[in-house]
Structure formats: structure tokens, C-alpha cells
T-cell receptor, first 111, second 113 residues
Framework: SQQGEEDPQALSIQEGENATMNCSYKTSINNLQWYRQNSGRGLVHLILIRSNEREKHSGRLRVTLDTSKKSSSLLITASRAADTASYFC???????????FGKGTSLLVTP | KAGVTQTPRYLIKTRGQQVTLSCSPISGHRSVSWYQQTPGQGLQFLFEYFSETQRNKGNFPGRFSGRQFSNSRSEMNVSTLELGDSALYLCASMRGDTQETQYFGPGTRLLVL
């Protein structure tokens, strides 16, 4: 079942701009992960944030987690055309080892 | 380290046939999970194996089955294929001793005619 829901469904920006994607989920979690997928290929892991963390950085990526609101956001700064992809959040929910994915945000970065 | 590999990458079958997909995890990883991705349902969890035992199972019919070998390689099988089984099947591996990052393979794209 889909636990995570990303918002917006689609986002179009120009190179150099920042892109923000949001994710909401329903049940308690141990951690939340963000993945990128290019054109129906495999998922590339971007970042994992644990339930006791509020913010995490990795290069141009910044992820926040608000467990009280059951939401997370992914910020990509200074976007590049190569960032064009679908972005998914995934939570482990109650099962521990099975990831629950949202439908994803489709990001288009134009030169 | 080599990443997660999946074979075959593409497959075309007809309704009623069966299919077996293979996944080799990252060296040292003992957990392998399988996911189905379709445009309508998105990414859905099929099952997860750890040390040759199924540890978690998603909400899929019994036509979907899997197994894991002693070298952690995993296979999933779909019997009596239906048109709706057309999808990208992704496998992911992780060390498995704690809940942590899952690393995905490139996927097998299955088309059922």
C-alpha cells in the first residue's frame, strides 16, 4: 500500500533554481529515505534520515523530517539539467524491512 | 563493490506462461527485497528474504513467489502470467542486520502479451 505521498506530482524549474519536494506519511517510522529514478530505471538512493533526526545534508541535498506532522521535505539547491528525474520518498512503516513508497514527484530542470 | 545486478533486463512473455527473475545482491548483503512498479499502482513491496527465509511479504497473490539461496542471490517467480503483471520488477539489497539503506538494481522490465 502507498503510505507516502509526494507533493507536488510534477515540478518544472530552470537550471540554477532550487527544487523543493514534500512527502507525507501515515504511520510511525524508524527512518525515511529519498530515492531518484531516471526514466524507468533503477532507484538511486539519495539520503536516509532517522526518526530522531530533524535535518540532514548531502552535497546539494537537504532533507528535513517532522515526525509530529509526519512529513519530510527534500530540497535540491542550484538544480542542474541532470537532476531531471522522478523523486520518491520511502518509509519503513511498521514492517521494518519493507519500504512503502509514494507516487513520486517528477522534476524537470530546463537549461 | 559491484552493485545489485538483475537478469534478464527485459522479458516478453504471453499470458499463462511463467517467468523467473534473478537478483544478485551487493557482496556481504544478506537481505533481498523485491518490488513491482507500474504506472497505475506505483512501487509496491512484494517480499523480502534474509538468510534464505522470507521475513516480510506484501499483498500479492500466491502466483508471486520467491526464494533466496545460501549465497544470498534471490529469484522471484510469477506463474500463470496476466496482462496486469507487466511491470518493472526491482530488487534491492541491504546488509539486513538493521533497518537501513536499501540499494536497488536496474530492474527487469516484463511485458506480458
Amino acid at each position: 500500500s502507498q503510505q507516502g505521498e509526494e507533493d507536488p506530482q510534477a515540478l518544472s524549474i530552470q537550471e540554477g533554481e532550487n527544487a523543493t519536494m514534500n512527502c507525507s506519511y501515515k504511520t510511525s517510522i524508524n527512518n525515511l529515505q529519498w530515492y531518484r529514478q531516471n526514466s524507468g530505471r533503477g532507484l538511486v538512493h539519495l539520503i536516509l534520515i532517522r526518526s530522531n533526526e530533524r535535518e540532514k545534508h548531502s552535497g546539494r541535498l537537504r532533507v528535513t523530517l517532522d515526525t509530529s506532522k509526519k512529513s519530510s521535505s527534500l530540497l535540491i539547491t542550484a538544480s542542474r539539467a541532470a537532476d531531471t528525474a522522478s523523486y520518491f520518498c520511502a518509509t519503513d512503516g511498521n514492517s521494518g524491512y519493507a519500504l512503502n513508497f509514494g507516487k513520486g514527484t517528477s522534476l524537470l530542470v530546463t537549461p | 563493490k559491484a552493485g545489485v545486478t538483475q537478469t534478464p533486463r527485459y522479458l516478453i512473455k504471453t499470458r499463462g506462461q511463467q517467468v523467473t527473475l534473478s537478483c544478485s545482491p551487493i557482496s556481504g548483503h544478506r537481505s533481498v527485497s523485491w518490488y513491482q512498479q507500474t504506472p497505475g499502482q506505483g512501487l509496491q513491496f512484494l517480499f523480502e528474504y534474509f538468510s534464505e527465509t522470507q521475513r516480510n511479504k506484501g499483498n500479492f497473490p500466491g502466483r508471486f513467489s520467491g526464494r533466496q539461496f545460501s549465497n544470498s542471490r534471490s529469484e522471484m517467480n510469477v506463474s500463470t502470467l496476466e496482462l496486469g503483471d507487466s511491470a518493472l520488477y526491482l530488487c534491492a539489497s541491504m546488509r539486513g542486520d538493521t533497518q537501513e539503506t536499501q540499494y536497488f538494481g536496474p530492474g527487469t522490465r516484463l511485458l506480458v502479451l
